[in-house]
């Protein structure tokens, strides 16, 4: 049972645009959200994160934004650069155990210039 | 060291032997976790220490599987009896707490292929 789900599992953007990865759960248990990205052959990056008590965390290029009532969140970049080509991993975690995170499979994003 | 080191980065063994990963976490980071990847699949949740606490072994797949810290630094994760399905990169990473909005650091992984 895949309690967080990226049904994408590859998007393609032109650079300068704007990329929208998106990330659905189904545990209404998790009260925060984080995104990682990874390149190949390292470790994955934290990029960002946001509290269930937000629904906006902006850091630059890089927006999360967060639909309780949907169990839905987004990452939003923009503009797009080729160096953001990268996976992308959406996790959630709980207050309780916060230092148990649940991880989506990914969405691998390509930026053309 | 400045970084979440593992090693070896690669391991190709074979089915039936037994195989450590080692884990050298950011310096004065209490917290360590190992995750992994299987090929196509998310991480998954292994294991977590914290400082001295009782490590939460909650995510390890089956007894083959263990893992110690010592001197509440450098981290073992030990595989017996190797199966094929243990294919998969290990990731470890450290943080300050016990989980926070500030993410892990991850290593760069040991990617584990058993033949």
């Known amino acids: 049972d895949q309690q967080v789900k990226q049904n994408s599992p590859s998007l393609s953007v032109q650079e300068g645009r704007i990329s929208i990865l998106n990330c659905d759960y189904t545990?209404?248990?998790?009260?925060?959200f984080l995104w990682y990205k990874k390149y190949p052959a390292e470790g994955p990056t934290f990029l960002i994160s946001i509290s269930s008590i937000k629904d906006k965390n902006e850091d630059g290029r890089f927006t999360v934004f967060l639909n309780k009532s949907a169990k839905h969140l987004s990452l939003h970049i923009v503009p797009s650069q080729p160096g953001d080509s990268a996976v992308y991993f959406c996790?959630?975690?709980?207050?309780?155990?916060?230092?148990?995170?649940?991880f989506g499979k990914g969405t691998l994003l390509t930026v053309n210039p | 060291g400045a970084g979440v080191s593992q090693s070896p980065s690669n391991k190709v063994t074979e089915k039936g032997k037994d195989v450590e990963l080692r884990c050298d976490p950011i310096?004065?980071?209490?917290?360590l976790y190992w995750y992994r990847q299987s090929l196509g699949q998310g991480l998954e949740f292994l294991i977590y220490f914290q400082g001295n606490s009782a490590p939460d072994k909650s995510g390890l797949p089956s007894d083959r599987f263990s893992a110690e810290r010592t001197g509440g630094s450098v981290s073992t994760l030990t595989i017996q009896r190797t199966q094929q399905e243990d294919s998969a990169v290990y990731l470890c990473?450290?943080?300050?707490?016990?989980?926070?909005?500030?993410?892990?650091?991850f290593g760069s992984g040991t990617r584990l292929t058993v033949v």
């Open positions: 996790a959630a975690g709980s207050g309780g155990s916060n230092y148990k995170l649940t």
């Open positions: 545990n209404s248990m998790f009260d925060y």
């Open positions: 310096s004065g980071h209490t917290a």
């Open positions: 990473a450290s943080s300050l707490a016990g989980g926070s909005l500030q993410g892990y650091t």
